[in-house]
C-alpha cells in the first residue's frame, strides 16, 4: 500500500539555525498539510497546500516557515531560524481528495539545542 | 472556536474486552470526523472516517459513531487484544476551515495479556 514518506526521522539542530523537512506524499494525492506535535500536547495543524499554493496557515505558521513542491513528488517544510520552542514531531500528511482520510507520515523529530 | 475533547485520557482493560473511547466536539457544524491510532514514536494512522451526514462506520473489530447534533462520536473496539495498545486519536475537519483538522489529546489505551 502507497505510504507518506518523511525524511529525516530524527534532525538535531541548533538555535538559530535553518533545517529543511522533507516529504513525499501519495503520488495520486492532491491535497498536502503538515502538522506538529509538541511532546505531551495536541496535534496542531500548520499548513495547508492544494495546486501549488498555500490553502489555509495557522498562527503558528509565522514568517520563519516557508513550504514548497519543488518538483512532482516531494514536499518540504523550511524553518528559517529555529528556535528552542520549535521541536516538536512534524507530520507531513496527504489525501486524494477533500473528505477522503488523511495519510500520515511517520514524522520527524526535531530537537533544537 | 471548535474545541475537541477525549475521555478518557487513559484506559487499561484486560484482553478480550470490549471497549468504548468517547471523543466530543463543541461546534456541530463538521465536515467529518476522523479516529486515528498513534504508536509510540510513530505516526498517525487513519482508521475510520465518518461523513457529517453518516451515523457509523465499521472497519474488522472498529466500529465509530456520530451523534452530530449532541457534538459526541465513540469509537468501539471489540475483542481487544495487546496489538491494540496505542495512543487514539480523533479530529474533526470543520465546515469553511478549508480542511484542516481540530485534535483531541487522545485516550492512551493499554491492553493487558
Known amino acids: 500500500e502507497p505510504e507518506v514518506t518523511q525524511t529525516p526521522s530524527h534532525q538535531v539542530t541548533q538555535m538559530g539555525q535553518e533545517v529543511i523537512l522533507r516529504c513525499v506524499p501519495i503520488?495520486?494525492?492532491?491535497?498536502f498539510y503538515w502538522y506538529r506535535q509538541i511532546l505531551g500536547q495536541k496535534v496542531e495543524f500548520l499548513v495547508s497546500?492544494?495546486?501549488?499554493?498555500?490553502?489555509?496557515k495557522s498562527e503558528i505558521f509565522d514568517d520563519q516557515f516557508s513550504v514548497e513542491r519543488p518538483d512532482g513528488s516531494n514536499f518540504t517544510l523550511k524553518i528559517r531560524s529555529t528556535k528552542l520552542e520549535d521541536s516538536a514531531m512534524y507530520f507531513c500528511?496527504?489525501?486524494?481528495?477533500?473528505?477522503?482520510?488523511?495519510?500520515f507520515g511517520n514524522g520527524t523529530r526535531l530537537t533544537v539545542t | 472556536k471548535q474545541e475537541v475533547t477525549q475521555i478518557p485520557a487513559a484506559l487499561s482493560v484486560p484482553e478480550g474486552e470490549n471497549l468504548v473511547l468517547n471523543c466530543s466536539f463543541t461546534?456541530?457544524?463538521?465536515?467529518?470526523l476522523q479516529w486515528f491510532r498513534q504508536d509510540p514514536g510513530k505516526g498517525l494512522t487513519s482508521l475510520l472516517l465518518?461523513?457529517?451526514s453518516q451515523r457509523e462506520q465499521t472497519s474488522g473489530r472498529l466500529n465509530a459513531s456520530l451523534d452530530k447534533s449532541s457534538g459526541r462520536s465513540t469509537l468501539y473496539i471489540a475483542a481487544s487484544q495487546p496489538g491494540d495498545s496505542a495512543t487514539y486519536l480523533c479530529?474533526?475537519?470543520?465546515?469553511?476551515?478549508?480542511?484542516?483538522?481540530?485534535w483531541g489529546a487522545g485516550t492512551k489505551l493499554i491492553i493487558k495479556p
Open positions: 500528511a496527504s489525501r486524494r481528495a477533500v473528505n477522503s482520510p488523511l495519510h
Open positions: 503520488s495520486n494525492h492532491l491535497y
Open positions: 497546500f492544494y495546486n501549488n499554493e498555500i490553502s489555509e
Open positions: 461546534d456541530s457544524a463538521i465536515y467529518n
Open positions: 465518518i461523513q457529517s
Open positions: 479530529a474533526v475537519e470543520n465546515l469553511g476551515s478549508n480542511y484542516q483538522l481540530i
